[in-house]
């Protein structure tokens, strides 16, 4: 069922939690599919649900920096209390040691935790009327696009879920920056809304990509991810699409191509990272509907700035 996510829709959400229940809910990133942290059975549903390898960690979401604070009791650390002064509420996320009384499941056994403070109004209300942490990994199943509107969570959930808080289009439109608080330096391992250059304002330096022992305990960051059903092809410029398009003409296959700022393609978005980022999921959703035998995109410059979406597209296209 979905309901507007106007007060009486976040009370009945807020109901539904606390009796155990999954509710889909919006974020300022992407769509989140909630269940209580403590609650065992509601953490193994959200697993089925997704059809999620078990071995893959949830993000815990709560409704304050005080209570991840409280949450994180000696995990806490200077780090956390930088970034979390920086970016929170926001769509950032930090891997801290794993609280107690949290699921199993919830970190997929492991000893650290993802914990983040969602800015987006009604994730926050939502939260704060909850008064418990909350898993929320995005509201797909495993493997496929992120949602950014509730529809297409409806499409891809449906009636699995308790219910879906419809709350318009997600502002950032991809999933949060993931930064492991554990190590030092401090490791980006997902780049997202946060950019590396505003890491780096409160960081000074930090390391990138899954380092030797993150590998092992974030499996969730595998290569192929976030994609849609139709084959993706990454390519790096406009001249490589161009002849896919006739490669694609010739054997009578129907395609779409897809780029960035001036680079001319079927659909085309914006050239500002983060107006890039906010339109990506849902352009993909679009493409992917169209029932094609293929969808090219012609990736931004290799620049930090561009990370997020390089990222995502590198996940959709690899085999
Ligand atoms: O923006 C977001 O973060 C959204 C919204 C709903 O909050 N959630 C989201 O969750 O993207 P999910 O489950 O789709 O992605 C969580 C990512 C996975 O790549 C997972 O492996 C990683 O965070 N992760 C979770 N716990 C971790 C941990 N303890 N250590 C390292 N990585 C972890
Ligand atoms: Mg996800």
Same mark, same amino acid.
């Given at each position: ?81 930088? &970034? ?114 505003? &890491? ?57 191509? &897809? ?61």
């Amino acid at each position: 069922m979905i309901v507007a996510a106007d007060e009486h829709g976040i009370a009945l959400a807020a109901r539904i939690l606390a009796d155990g229940g999954l509710v889909v809910f919006p974020t300022e990133t992407v769509y989140g599919l909630g269940g209580l942290a403590h609650d065992p059975d509601a953490v193994a549903r959200i697993y089925r649900v997704k059809g999620r390898p078990g071995s893959n960690p949830l993000i815990v979401h709560v409704a304050g920096t005080a209570q991840a604070r409280e949450l994180a009791g000696e995990g806490w650390n200077d780090v956390a209390e930088a &970034l979390a002064g920086a970016f929170w509420p926001g769509p950032l996320t930090l891997v801290l040691p794993r609280a107690q009384g949290l699921a199993e499941a919830a970190t997929a056994g492991g000893p650290t935790m993802a914990l983040r403070v969602p800015s987006h109004p009604v994730a926050r209300a939502l939260l704060a009327a909850c008064g418990r942490p909350v898993v929320a990994p995005s509201a797909n199943s495993s493997g496929r696009l992120s949602p950014t509107l509730a529809s297409h969570a409806w499409e891809d959930l449906g009636d699995h879920v308790d219910l879906i808080l419809d709350g318009g289009a997600c502002p950032a439109g991809v999933e949060s920056t993931v930064v492991d608080a554990t190590t030092r330096p401090a490791r980006l391992l997902r780049p997202g809304p946060v950019s590396p250059m505003k &890491l780096e304002e409160v960081l000074g330096r930090f390391a990138v990509g899954p380092g030797s022992e993150t590998v092992a305990r974030s499996p969730g960051l595998e290569t192929r991810h976030y994609a849609p059903r139709t084959k993706l092809v990454a390519v790096t410029n406009p001249e490589a699409a161009g002849r896919l398009a006739r490669e694609a003409l010739a054997e009578g296959r129907e395609m779409a191509s &897809l780029a960035f700022g001036d680079t001319p393609a079927d659909m085309i978005l914006p050239g500002t990272p983060s107006e890039a980022e906010h339109a990506l999921f849902a352009a993909l959703h679009r493409l992917d509907s169209l029932g094609l035998d293929l969808i090219v995109a012609v990736l931004p410059p290799d620049e930090p700035r561009w990370w997020a979406v390089r990222d995502r597209l590198a996940r959709a296209s690899a085999p």
